[in-house]
């Protein structure tokens, strides 16, 4: 079971400063709320009412993916649970569920696996806000960890996630950990 959890969703010794990336998003949708929903991809209503990212002219309008990148940084600090998605435990693609869930009205499955499975591939210059990272960590031969990106300043790329030994937490691309099992980037916006 260790080992599956060391596999699942990958760390990083260095952490990016939480008071870098604290966000003043306020919950305001229960889990209860979406019981046995099945998973439309995304509301009607939402699709005509909310921009696409690559739709959205000037970058200071507040967008879906300012949204979404917002209510995950409220679970900044929260410890990893394998399986976990809420703030007492929280696994990297438990993150990402309920950020697109809670933020979006967008629902994906349940695994990372699967979540690399939804959207469109995008290469790393065209990497923004709201995109999705895809890892293979620990020699895995399948995508096993997920993060949201939360900047991209001129190739600098730094995304929130889920990690074993340190929880919640925003690490960078360059770091040589996460550069090495990097496998691709989605745009789910």
Not at 47 to 76: C, F, Q
Not at 143 to 157: Q, T
């Amino acid at each position: 079971m260790s080992l599956f959890l060391m596999t699942a969703c990958g760390s990083s010794k260095k952490q990016i400063a939480k008071s870098s990336y604290e966000s003043n998003y306020k919950r305001n949708i229960s889990k209860n709320e979406y019981k046995g929903v099945k998973s439309p991809v995304i509301t009607e209503e939402r699709e005509k009412s909310t921009p696409k990212i690559s739709e959205v002219k000037n970058r200071s309008e507040k967008t879906l993916a300012d949204e979404v990148v917002e209510y995950a940084k409220t679970y900044l600090g929260t410890k990893y649970q394998y399986g976990g998605i809420s703030t007492k435990g929280i696994d990297c693609s438990g993150l990402v569920y309920q950020s697109f869930l809670n933020a979006a009205d967008i629902f994906l499955p349940r695994s990372s696996r699967e979540i690399a499975k939804q959207g469109q591939r995008i290469k790393l210059k065209q990497i923004y806000k709201g995109d999705l990272v895809f890892f293979k960590t620990n020699s895995s031969r399948y995508i096993n960890h997920i993060g949201i990106v939360v900047e991209n300043k001129a190739g600098d790329i730094h995304f929130i996630h889920s990690s074993t030994s340190q929880g919640v937490m925003v690490s960078q691309l360059k770091e040589a950990y996460w550069n090495k099992a990097f496998v691709e980037a989605r745009r789910i916006l």
